[in-house]
C-alpha cells in the first residue's frame, strides 16, 4: 500500500534548535509539497518540487526554513534556528503532474518549540 | 489572488442529517476543485473533485457540483455518519501554476 512516510511524527525541542523533517514520496510521484498547519493560519503551502526542482518557496520564511531534495526519495525541511513560533504540524504531499491536484499527504510531523 | 472561503464551523449534525458545507473561490482562470477530508490525527485525503464547470464529483455518499456561475462547489451528503465527523477541506488548483490552494477547513462533528 504505497503512501507517504515522514518522520518523526513528533519533536519536541528548544528554541535555537536545528530541526530537520524528512519524506519520503510515493514511488513515482514527481511533486512534493510542503505544508503547515496550525489552528490560527489553516493550511499554509511552505514549498513545493517537480521533478526534484524548486518550483515554489514563496511559503516559506526564507532567513531559517530551507527545504530541498537531495534524490527523488527524499524530501527535507529544515528550520534553523527554531522558535516558538514554528510549532505546528508540517504535512509532506506528493503527487504526479499527470493527476494534476490529487495529492496523498503523509501523517504529518508535530513539532514543538519550546 | 486565487482564494478558496469556506463556511466556518464547528458543524454539529445528528446522525442521518442532511449536510451542506459550502465553498466558494475566487479564481482568474479555470480551475479544478477539490474537496479533501483529514480524519483525527491524520493528513488529508482526496475525498472528489471536479475539472470543468458543472461537472459533478462524487464519492462515499458526498457530492459536490462545481458552479462556475456561482463560483462555488458546495458540498453535500443525504445522510451523515458519526464516521464522517472529521475536518473537510475545499481546494483549488491550476495546472499551470502547479499548487493546491486550500480553503481554511470545516469542522464537522456527527453526534449519534
Known amino acids: 500500500d504505497a503512501r507517504v512516510t515522514q518522520t518523526p511524527r513528533h519533536k519536541v525541542t528548544e528554541m535555537g534548535q536545528e530541526v530537520t523533517m524528512r519524506c519520503q514520496p510515493i514511488?513515482?510521484?514527481?511533486?512534493v509539497f510542503w505544508y503547515r498547519q496550525t489552528m490560527m493560519q489553516g493550511l499554509e503551502l511552505l514549498a513545493y518540487f517537480r521533478n526534484r526542482a524548486p518550483l515554489d518557496d514563496s511559503g516559506m520564511p526564507k532567513d531559517r526554513f530551507s527545504a530541498e531534495m537531495p534524490d527523488a526519495t527524499l524530501a527535507t525541511l529544515k528550520i534553523q534556528p527554531s522558535e516558538p513560533r514554528d510549532s505546528a504540524v508540517y504535512f509532506c504531499?506528493?503527487?504526479?503532474?499527470?493527476?494534476?491536484?490529487?495529492?496523498?499527504f503523509g501523517e504529518g510531523s508535530r513539532l514543538t518549540v519550546l | 489572488g486565487d482564494s478558496v472561503t469556506q463556511m466556518e464551523g464547528p458543524v454539529t449534525l445528528s446522525e442521518e442529517a442532511f449536510l451542506t458545507i459550502n465553498c466558494t473561490y475566487t479564481?482568474?482562470?479555470?480551475?479544478?476543485l477539490f474537496w479533501y477530508v483529514q480524519y483525527p490525527g491524520e493528513g488529508l485525503q482526496l475525498l472528489l473533485k471536479a475539472t470543468k464547470a458543472d461537472d459533478k464529483g462524487s464519492n462515499k455518499g458526498f457530492e459536490a457540483t462545481y458552479r462556475k456561475e456561482t463560483t462555488s462547489f458546495h458540498l453535500e451528503k443525504g445522510s451523515v455518519q458519526v464516521s464522517d465527523s472529521a475536518v473537510y477541506f475545499c481546494?483549488?488548483?491550476?495546472?499551470?501554476?502547479?499548487?493546491?490552494?486550500f480553503g481554511q477547513g470545516t469542522e464537522l462533528s456527527v453526534k449519534p
Open positions: 514511488l513515482g510521484h514527481n511533486t
Open positions: 504531499a506528493s503527487g504526479s503532474a499527470g493527476r494534476t491536484g490529487e495529492l496523498f
Open positions: 479564481a482568474t482562470g479555470y480551475p479544478s
Open positions: 481546494a483549488l488548483f491550476y495546472n499551470q501554476g502547479g499548487k493546491l490552494i
